[in-house]
Protein backbone atom coordinates (compact mmCIF):
# COMPACT_ATOMS: atom_id res chain seq x y z
CA UNK A 1 0.00 0.00 0.00
CA UNK A 2 1.33 3.47 -0.97
CA UNK A 3 0.60 5.55 2.03
CA UNK A 4 2.54 9.21 0.95
CA UNK A 5 0.88 12.07 2.41
CA UNK A 6 3.54 14.99 2.05
CA UNK A 7 2.76 16.65 0.22
CA UNK A 8 -0.58 16.27 0.96
CA UNK A 9 -3.53 14.63 -1.61
CA UNK A 10 -5.63 17.35 -2.70
CA UNK A 11 -8.29 16.10 -5.08
CA UNK A 12 -10.28 18.17 -7.30
CA UNK A 13 -13.49 17.10 -9.31
CA UNK A 14 -15.70 19.49 -11.63
CA UNK A 15 -17.35 20.93 -8.48
CA UNK A 16 -15.48 20.27 -5.59
CA UNK A 17 -11.92 20.52 -3.62
CA UNK A 18 -11.01 17.35 -1.25
CA UNK A 19 -8.27 19.16 0.47
CA UNK A 20 -6.18 19.16 4.03
CA UNK A 21 -8.47 19.58 7.55
CA UNK A 22 -6.87 22.71 9.06
CA UNK A 23 -8.09 24.60 12.25
CA UNK A 24 -9.95 27.25 10.09
CA UNK A 25 -12.47 24.13 9.95
CA UNK A 26 -13.39 23.76 13.55
CA UNK A 27 -16.83 25.72 13.32
CA UNK A 28 -17.68 23.51 10.28
CA UNK A 29 -16.36 20.39 11.80
CA UNK A 30 -18.53 21.41 14.96
CA UNK A 31 -21.77 21.83 12.92
CA UNK A 32 -21.15 18.17 11.04
CA UNK A 33 -20.23 16.49 14.68
CA UNK A 34 -22.74 17.74 16.35
CA UNK A 35 -26.08 17.89 13.67
CA UNK A 36 -28.42 15.27 14.86
CA UNK A 37 -29.24 14.34 11.10
CA UNK A 38 -25.25 13.49 10.61
CA UNK A 39 -25.31 11.44 13.67
CA UNK A 40 -28.08 9.27 12.94
CA UNK A 41 -26.41 7.16 11.50
CA UNK A 42 -22.97 6.72 13.36
CA UNK A 43 -22.32 5.65 16.81
CA UNK A 44 -20.87 8.76 18.19
CA UNK A 45 -21.61 11.40 21.02
CA UNK A 46 -22.68 14.69 19.35
CA UNK A 47 -20.46 17.09 19.53
CA UNK A 48 -21.10 19.58 22.68
CA UNK A 49 -18.77 22.27 22.38
CA UNK A 50 -15.99 23.91 19.72
CA UNK A 51 -13.14 22.63 21.81
CA UNK A 52 -14.62 19.14 20.97
CA UNK A 53 -14.03 19.76 17.29
CA UNK A 54 -10.47 21.37 17.98
CA UNK A 55 -9.02 18.36 19.55
CA UNK A 56 -10.67 16.11 16.76
CA UNK A 57 -8.43 18.21 14.16
CA UNK A 58 -5.14 17.74 16.05
CA UNK A 59 -6.51 14.22 16.43
CA UNK A 60 -6.81 14.13 12.78
CA UNK A 61 -3.46 16.24 12.36
CA UNK A 62 -1.80 13.36 14.61
CA UNK A 63 -3.08 10.47 12.71
CA UNK A 64 -2.03 12.21 9.16
CA UNK A 65 1.32 12.56 10.49
CA UNK A 66 1.09 8.82 11.46
CA UNK A 67 -0.03 7.47 8.04
CA UNK A 68 -2.95 5.73 9.87
CA UNK A 69 -5.49 7.49 7.56
CA UNK A 70 -6.02 9.91 5.19
CA UNK A 71 -8.53 12.48 6.06
CA UNK A 72 -10.11 14.93 3.40
CA UNK A 73 -12.46 18.02 4.00
CA UNK A 74 -14.50 18.51 0.93
CA UNK A 75 -15.14 21.68 -0.10
CA UNK A 76 -17.40 23.70 -3.02
CA UNK A 77 -14.48 24.64 -5.93
CA UNK A 78 -16.25 28.22 -5.54
CA UNK A 79 -16.21 28.45 -1.57
CA UNK A 80 -13.38 26.86 0.64
CA UNK A 81 -15.72 26.07 3.52
CA UNK A 82 -15.67 22.64 4.39
CA UNK A 83 -19.35 21.15 4.10
CA UNK A 84 -18.20 17.23 4.65
CA UNK A 85 -15.54 15.21 4.89
CA UNK A 86 -14.35 11.64 3.39
CA UNK A 87 -11.67 9.60 4.47
CA UNK A 88 -9.64 6.18 4.05
CA UNK A 89 -8.78 4.63 7.97
CA UNK A 90 -8.83 1.37 9.63
CA UNK A 91 -5.67 0.62 6.97
CA UNK A 92 -5.13 -3.24 6.67
CA UNK A 93 -1.56 -2.94 5.16
CA UNK A 94 -0.67 -6.68 4.79
CA UNK A 95 -3.93 -6.66 2.84
CA UNK A 96 -3.88 -3.27 1.31
CA UNK A 97 -7.57 -2.56 2.20
CA UNK A 98 -9.03 0.63 3.96
CA UNK A 99 -12.02 1.35 5.29
CA UNK A 100 -13.77 4.36 3.92
CA UNK A 101 -15.89 6.48 6.07
CA UNK A 102 -17.79 10.22 5.04
CA UNK A 103 -20.21 12.63 6.32
CA UNK A 104 -21.74 15.62 4.74
CA UNK A 105 -23.72 18.92 5.78
CA UNK A 106 -27.27 18.41 5.44
CA UNK A 107 -28.11 21.41 3.56
CA UNK A 108 -26.46 19.42 0.43
CA UNK A 109 -27.77 16.48 1.02
CA UNK A 110 -29.28 15.07 -2.46
CA UNK A 111 -27.31 16.91 -4.98
CA UNK A 112 -24.70 14.42 -6.21
CA UNK A 113 -22.07 15.84 -3.83
CA UNK A 114 -21.12 12.90 -1.87
CA UNK A 115 -21.17 10.50 -5.64
CA UNK A 116 -18.57 13.26 -6.96
CA UNK A 117 -16.45 13.01 -3.68
CA UNK A 118 -16.40 9.29 -3.14
CA UNK A 119 -15.57 8.54 -7.38
CA UNK A 120 -12.71 10.89 -6.54
CA UNK A 121 -11.45 8.94 -3.45
CA UNK A 122 -11.99 5.39 -4.71
CA UNK A 123 -9.79 6.32 -7.48
CA UNK A 124 -7.56 7.55 -5.62
CA UNK A 125 -7.60 4.96 -3.61
CA UNK A 126 -6.89 2.04 -5.77
CA UNK A 127 -4.88 4.26 -8.45
CA UNK A 128 -2.34 5.98 -5.82
CA UNK A 129 -2.58 4.14 -2.93
CA UNK A 130 -2.55 0.80 -4.94
CA UNK A 131 -5.45 -1.00 -2.40
CA UNK A 132 -6.91 -3.67 -3.28
CA UNK A 133 -9.71 -3.63 -1.96
CA UNK A 134 -12.04 -0.76 0.10
CA UNK A 135 -15.12 -1.81 2.92
CA UNK A 136 -17.84 0.28 4.48
CA UNK A 137 -20.10 -0.01 7.10
CA UNK A 138 -23.09 1.58 7.15
CA UNK A 139 -25.76 1.13 9.21
CA UNK A 140 -28.46 -0.48 7.55
CA UNK A 141 -30.96 1.97 7.86
CA UNK A 142 -28.70 4.65 6.27
CA UNK A 143 -30.39 4.04 2.49
CA UNK A 144 -28.82 6.95 1.11
CA UNK A 145 -25.44 5.84 2.09
CA UNK A 146 -26.33 2.31 1.06
CA UNK A 147 -27.10 3.52 -2.62
CA UNK A 148 -24.10 5.54 -3.02
CA UNK A 149 -22.14 2.55 -2.00
CA UNK A 150 -24.09 0.67 -4.79
CA UNK A 151 -23.71 2.96 -7.50
CA UNK A 152 -20.30 2.84 -6.66
CA UNK A 153 -19.51 -1.11 -7.12
CA UNK A 154 -19.51 -2.13 -3.80
CA UNK A 155 -21.35 -5.20 -3.12
CA UNK A 156 -22.63 -6.39 0.21
CA UNK A 157 -20.70 -9.10 1.98
CA UNK A 158 -23.01 -11.34 2.52
CA UNK A 159 -19.97 -13.58 4.44
CA UNK A 160 -19.89 -11.42 6.92
CA UNK A 161 -23.27 -10.27 8.60
CA UNK A 162 -24.54 -7.35 9.76
CA UNK A 163 -23.32 -6.66 13.45
CA UNK A 164 -25.13 -4.09 15.63
CA UNK A 165 -27.17 -2.81 12.58
CA UNK A 166 -23.86 -2.81 10.30
CA UNK A 167 -23.78 -4.11 7.10
CA UNK A 168 -20.36 -5.09 5.32
CA UNK A 169 -19.49 -3.58 1.90
CA UNK A 170 -16.68 -4.43 -0.01
CA UNK A 171 -15.24 -3.12 -3.57
CA UNK A 172 -12.60 -4.43 -5.16
CA UNK A 173 -9.72 -3.67 -7.42
CA UNK A 174 -10.59 -4.08 -10.88
Given at each position: ????????????????????????????????????????HLDRA??????????????????????????????????????????????????????????????????????????????YGFET??????????????????????????????????????????????
Amino acid sequence: MNINLSPFPTLTTERLTLRKLNTKDADAIFYLRSNNIVNAHLDRAPAKTIQEAKDFIQKIKKILQNQEGVYWAIALNTNDTLIGTICYYNFDLENNIAEIGYELNPTYHGQGIMQEAIKKVIDYGFETMQLNAITAFPRIDNQSSIKVLNRNGFELNANEPAEDNYAVYVLKRG
